[in-house]
């Protein structure tokens, strides 16, 4: 716990520096009203001392005599009112706009925080557990900044006036109440420390239980395949339980505290009162105030309706402690994100339209389909290198963790237009290499070229930009069958989405479709049969035309008869492309240009079918059926 202090004064200080960086002239506004609603909740005690006094003298000199004075102090306690009362109207209706507000730009710097976030990232964190984010972290933000704020300052002001018109009517009454807080305090701090505790592990463990969720619904058809609906609701159970668990512990202890404050706050009322009776019935004990007032009804009356509002407040701002502690956890964990190390890009090669002229290249603002890379040297020269598409790898070494190696002293080129095939067995590192020529990692030892260009040089967006990538577990958007194909080129026109579907043979099974190009897609495509979904990605990858294409199992998702359709259109799709080819169907990769065989990360075998085939060595027990790939 010792520990854990500084850090939440730290956030809570990033939280409300970046809270008024963005909204300080309506939080300026909020704080002035909580301050006018907090006088006019506070002033009736004054105005009530004020009363008595008045009717005392009026039982003395007549009513008349104090007649005027009654009604102006009327009415100026109505004028408070009715000024608290905007005030506080005008404080919660700023607040509830600015509150939302703020956390429409969280979640926009959330969101623009992910999208420069590495692959790794998303690799090693739960989906679920990342959606937290946006649901229970970020909701716990809007209730401190909504309620528990504006509550905090108010009560805390309430409580500084009340202090002053407690020592304006009685110096001993108020040390009564100062022992009480006191008390209040020590009981705050030992249940709502326990409580504190229990409500961080409960934000862990709904994010923990919305991970779960959101892995059972996306793997929903595998549990019921395999009839694993009754084991699935037992790890559902554990997981639930806990959250049950540590969710008790935390309300039990933040229930408690509340009736126990009220308890607490009653005595003291009581003890007030029979202090203030007893100065009264003794009469040779003086009166310490500001005031100057003798001990009387006139002091003992108010001063009892001020310990009751003290109480209550105390009561309030113990109350919100928890709500502060687990918006405190939220915030941790999204200063967390928000805090991850960026994908770290130094390249400033980019890549530029471009025309040829006299075998010149030469940059242009309009689309010529011509492609430049633009490099610019320390000496202020620019040079422009023609896209065309030849990769080349050399002496390369990767490992996703240090202690392990996936990739040992690779080497290979692929000259633009060939077609290079990587086959192997599960885990043997054909996926990890086209990871690598997209840079969604970066190699520990080696080169990776790129048209001659070390592509550590090459700005991230461009090098992606550059290339298509087909993968085996599609990825459709919720949106129209044209705004799926389109996600590869977002300035394609109809025309040319409609082209790429008749190149990846999509076009007619699309336009059977209830709207045709128009129909909308849901849940990932989940109106549409997986070769039909696959077909759709083919053609977004088509639809981008790009020089180098990734097809990492392209096909493995559709039928044989399907897969005959399509490979025309792929054959179409790579014809003059640089393309990266991985299979377990060795049946699509026989006309490659270069076939290489994987084996725990290494290059064992290379040439194309052929010359394998005659070998006779790992790629010809795979085709021959000798040896099956795992």
Known sequence: MKNARPKNKGVLGRLLKLLFKDYKKPLIVVIVCIILTALASTIASFFMNLFINLIDEGLVSGWSAVSGRVYLAIGVMLSIYAVGWVASFIHTRTMAITTQSFMNSMRKRMFSKMQELPLRYFDTHPHGDIMSYYTNDIDTLRELISRTIPQIVSSGLILIFLVFYMLYLSAWMALVVAVASVAMVLVTKKIGGNSAKHF????????????FVEEMMEGQKVIKVFCHEQQSEADFDKVNEQLCHDATNAHRFA????PIMGNIGNILYVMVAFVGGLLIVSGNVSNVSLSGQAMGIAVVVPFLNMTR??????????????AIVMAMAGAKRIFELLDEEPEKDEGYVTLVNAKEENGEIFECTERTGTWAWKHPHGDGTVTYTKLMGDVRIVDMDFGYVPEKTVLKNVTLYAEPGQKVAFVGATGAGKTTITNLINRFYDIDDGKIRYDGININKIKKADLRRSLGIVLQDTNLFTGTVMENIRYGKLDATDEEC??????????????????????????NGANLSQGQRQLISIARAAVADPPVMILDEATSSIDTRTEALVQQGMDALMKGRTVFVIAHRLSTV?????IMVLEHGEIIERGNHDKLISEKGKYYQLYTGAFELE
Do not use: H
């Not at 229930?255 to 509340?258: F, R």
């Not at 026989?590 to 270069?594: F, G, H, K, L, P």
């Open 200 to 211: 961080i592990k409960m934000q862990k463990s709904i994010a923990k239980s919305e991970g």
């Open 590 to 594: 026989r006309n490659s240009d270069v």
């Open 309 to 322: 509002q003290f109480t209550n407040n105390v009561s309030q701002v113990s109350q919100q402690m928890n």
């Open 498 to 523: 409609i082209a790429a579907a008749k190149l990846a043979n999509a076009d007619s099974f699309i336009t059977r479709l209830p709207d045709g190009y128009d129909t909308m897609l849901t849940a």
């Open 255 to 258: 229930n408690i505290l509340m």
